[in-house]
């Protein structure tokens, strides 16, 4: 069983940037492919931005592309979102997820472990 804590949220005006972290328990964590996924209120889930499990790979949504940045630390076992450029679009509960599947799912459902999310606002 993997655990994940997510940190890092808050609130920023647009332009502005956050930085969020996503922490991991147990000793199998490169065998996961890590993922970042969203959720505005009255929204479904969805995907912003996956990591493979060598972080040789690397997907980023559309509407994210060019502004945030995915990396992780097999030897820290943590995986980070860096936010550039912020609009109040961007204003979700943002979660760290992980899969067992060797796809690189852009599915919510492909994931088997999720943390508890953090929020971010960005303010207009």
């Known amino acids: 069983q993997v655990q994940l804590v997510e940190s890092g949220g808050g609130l920023v005006q647009a332009g502005g940037s956050l930085r969020l972290s996503c922490a991991a328990s147990?000793?199998?964590?490169?065998?996961?492919?890590m993922a970042w996924f969203r959720q505005a209120p009255g929204k479904e889930r969805e995907f912003v931005s996956l990591?493979?499990?060598?972080?040789?790979?690397?997907k980023y949504a559309d509407s994210v592309k060019g502004r945030f940045t995915i990396s992780r630390d097999n030897a820290k076992n943590t995986v980070t979102l860096q936010m550039d450029s912020l609009k109040p679009e961007d204003t979700a509960v943002y979660y760290c997820?992980?899969?067992?599947?060797?796809?690189?799912?852009?599915?919510?459902?492909?994931?088997?472990?999720w943390g508890q999310g953090t929020q971010v606002t960005v303010s207009s």
């Open positions: 997820a992980g899969s067992g599947s060797t796809s690189w799912s852009v599915s919510p459902n492909e994931y088997n472990f």
């Open positions: 990591i493979s499990r060598s972080g040789g790979g690397i």
């Open positions: 147990g000793r199998t964590f490169s065998t996961y492919v």
